[in-house]
């Protein structure tokens, strides 16, 4: 699907390639010492990777969703909760707030970051919100995506939240090892990530986990992921089968040390594609102070299907992220509640946001042939 193309949108078997030694050496490890499941693997990688991520503690799990769910879980939000978050991220951040029963009310976002509007925030505190069944739920917690790598508006968020006790989860599924100032993602709330193998750390099959500096939620977490146990056989609590396996973890910790300087290299490859580019396309906007860790390169172009299908047709792969905003697919369209009523930022972005070839491993002349392309495509537009 990837490599029919002359540049790819996203290229996975590209990262374990250009991590092939440390990984084969990962599995083989694990294969032979023949302890599959939440061994030294698991341990030693969350130990790793809570320190990267500067929080006390990390909790291997399954996918990023049952991160999001569980850490919502470990914070005591249940059915019939309200949780706040976006409708521009993936359909993932919502069904999070599904899975615990919980009632999403989505929020509109800033026009030039994608994320969450603390204006919009605070109009879905103050109860201006419809388009749900019944009563309005009573607000507990706001996830806050941090979506393509780029950090929400988090000192704005923090203080909204702390002033009426709302729980902040971070999905950090994107945006691993982001900061805003020197303070790093995932260190405002309770965060989730994901190690789909596509995200900037990826595993080569599903992973994700919470990190948190709150001891009581790690412990709860951990509990949560396997039948609620704290001891063997003993389900103190209700639990669910959640786990990050050994294989995924020791390839993770294969990857984790080279992540910095694969983010620098995305950043890099955005730089090019900032000048290359200029002003033919509309170009993401860095949130000033901000380390974005470009997940996704995104750009506006109006006409959007056209402009892709120019691009595919001349060998130049990309996405949209995401095409279709939650409140419009049809599985949320007439259940989740709306600030306002209505999200025009979000459908406005949707219509027009296409994701660049972006990963660590492309080159420079796979870069070069994008921007080439890119202006080729926009001249001809121009001409017609
Ligand atoms: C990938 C992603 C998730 C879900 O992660 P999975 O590991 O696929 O379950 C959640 N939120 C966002 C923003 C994501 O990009």
């Known amino acids: 699907m990837y490599n029919s193309l002359r540049v790819p949108v996203a290229d996975p078997k590209r990262s374990y390639l250009a991590h092939k030694e440390a990984i084969d050496r990962a599995i083989t490890k694990v294969l032979s010492e023949g302890h599959y499941i939440l061994g030294k693997e698991v341990a030693a990688f969350e ?6 991520v500067g929080v006390s503690a990390a ?16 914070h005591g939000i249940a059915r019939g909760d309200g949780v706040v978050t976006v409708s521009h991220t993936s359909v993932a951040t919502v069904a999070a707030a599904e899975l615990v029963g919980a009632v999403p009310v989505l929020a509109d976002i800033e026009p030039a970051f994608y994320t969450l509007d603390p204006a919009s925030l605070e109009r879905a505190l103050a109860g201006h919100i419809s388009g749900g069944h019944g009563t309005k739920p009573p607000i507990k917690a706001v996830i806050v995506v941090h979506l393509y790598g780029q950090p929400a508006a988090m000192w704005e968020i923090a203080s909204i939240c702390a002033r009426r ?8 599924a994107q945006a691993h090892d ?23 750390l990826g595993a080569l099959g599903d992973g994700g986990a919470v990190t948190t500096n709150d001891p009581a939620i790690a412990e709860k977490v951990k509990m949560l992921r396997e039948y609620g146990w704290r001891q063997r056989y003993v389900s103190e609590i209700l639990g669910v089968s959640s786990r990050l396996d050994e294989l995924q973890a020791g390839i993770l910790r294969a990857k984790l040390p080279r992540l910095r300087d694969e983010n620098r290299r995305r950043q890099a490859i955005a730089l090019a594609y900032d000048e290359g580019l200029g002003d033919a396309i509309g170009r993401p906007a860095r949130r000033a102070g901000a380390s974005h860790v470009f997940h996704q390169y995104v750009v506006r172009v109006p006409e959007r299907e056209a402009f892709q299908e ?13 095409p279709v905003p939650v409140h419009l697919q049809p599985a949320y369209r007439d259940r ?16 027009e946001v296409l994701s660049l070839p972006m990963f660590p491993e492309l080159t420079d002349d796979e870069v070069a042939l994008t921007i080439k392309t890119i202006l080729d495509v926009c001249r001809s537009r121009q001409a017609a």
């Open 178 to 200: 982001a900061a805003l100032a020197d303070r790093g993602v995932g260190s405002w709330g309770t965060a989730a990530f994901s190690f789909y193998p596509t995200k900037n």
């Open 165 to 172: 006790d709302i729980v902040i989860i971070e999905d950090c």
């Open 336 to 351: 989740v509640w709306l600030v306002g009523g209505a999200l025009p930022v979000t459908e406005r972005t949707a219509n």
């Open 47 to 52: 130990a790793s990777f809570a320190a990267f």
């Open 59 to 74: 909790v291997g799990l399954g996918s990023g969703t049952d991160a999001l769910a569980l850490a919502l879980r470990a």
């Open 310 to 322: 120019a691009l595919r047709r001349r060998g130049i792969g990309t996405n949209v992220h995401y």
